[in-house]
C-alpha cells in the first residue's frame, strides 16, 4: 500500500508541474521544460515496477520476487487467470493489469513530456482504475485464505483486512 501512496503521489505531483505550465522543446527562456514533470512521472513509474521483476532472471539471493505493486500483481494472475494476453491457465507471462498499466505509464510519460494537462489527468484516471485489480486480487485471495482455510497467521489477517 505505501509503494502504491507514492507513486500516486508522484504523478500527482508530475501533474502539477505540468499544470505550471511546461514544453517538452522549450527554447524560449520563459517557458520551462518539463524535465522536472518528467522525473517525476518516471519515479512514480519506478515506484509501480520496482527492481526485482518476477519474470526477470535477475532475483536477489533468497529468490525473492520483489513487494512492489507490478511484483504482486504477477504472482496474483496465476490464481486468478488473468496472466499474459490470452489469460489461460498455467500462463507464465505477466499479469494482464501490469501489461496495461505499463501501457498506461508509457502514454502518461509522453503526455507529461509534451505538457499535455488533459491527457495526464485522464490517465492518471485510467492508471486508478486498473491498479485496482491487482489489489483486489490479493484481497480476495487472502480473505479466501483466512475465512476458508482458517489460516490465523498475522500474514492472512492483515491482507485479509
Keep these: 500500500v505505501t509503494m502504491k501512496i507514492q507513486y500516486f503521489q508522484k504523478m500527482q505531483q508530475a501533474l502539477e508541474l505540468v499544470k505550471g505550465g511546461c514544453l517538452a522543446q522549450a527554447t524560449d527562456p520563459k517557458?520551462?521544460?518539463?524535465?522536472?514533470?518528467?522525473?517525476?512521472?518516471?519515479?512514480?513509474?519506478?515506484?509501480?515496477?520496482?527492481?526485482?521483476?518476477?519474470?526477470?532472471?535477475?532475483?536477489?539471493?533468497?529468490?525473492?520476487?520483489?513487494?512492489?505493486?507490478?511484483?504482486?500483481?504477477?504472482?496474483?494472475?496465476?490464481?486468478?487467470?488473468?496472466?499474459?494476453?490470452?489469460?489461460?491457465?498455467?500462463?507464465?507471462?505477466?499479469?494482464?493489469?501490469?501489461?496495461?498499466?505499463?501501457?498506461?505509464?508509457?502514454?502518461?510519460?509522453?503526455?507529461?513530456?509534451?505538457?499535455?494537462?488533459?491527457?495526464?489527468?485522464?490517465?492518471?484516471k485510467q492508471i486508478e482504475s486498473a491498479s485496482l485489480v491487482p489489489l483486489i486480487q490479493g484481497l480476495i485471495r487472502f480473505s479466501y485464505k483466512r475465512c476458508y482455510q482458517r489460516k490465523m497467521q498475522d500474514k492472512f489477517m492483515a491482507e485479509a483486512a
Design 31 to 124: 517557458i520551462t521544460p518539463c524535465l522536472d514533470a518528467v522525473h517525476a512521472w518516471d519515479l512514480a513509474r519506478t515506484y509501480f515496477t520496482g527492481s526485482m521483476d518476477m519474470k526477470d532472471e535477475y532475483t536477489n539471493f533468497e529468490g525473492d520476487t520483489g513487494k512492489f505493486p507490478h511484483a504482486l500483481g504477477d504472482k496474483r494472475c496465476n490464481n486468478f487467470k488473468t496472466c499474459g494476453i490470452t489469460q489461460i491457465a498455467g500462463n507464465t507471462h505477466t499479469a494482464l493489469a501490469n501489461i496495461k498499466l505499463m501501457n498506461l505509464f508509457r502514454v502518461g510519460g509522453d503526455y507529461v513530456y509534451s505538457g499535455n494537462e488533459e491527457g495526464v489527468v485522464y490517465i492518471i
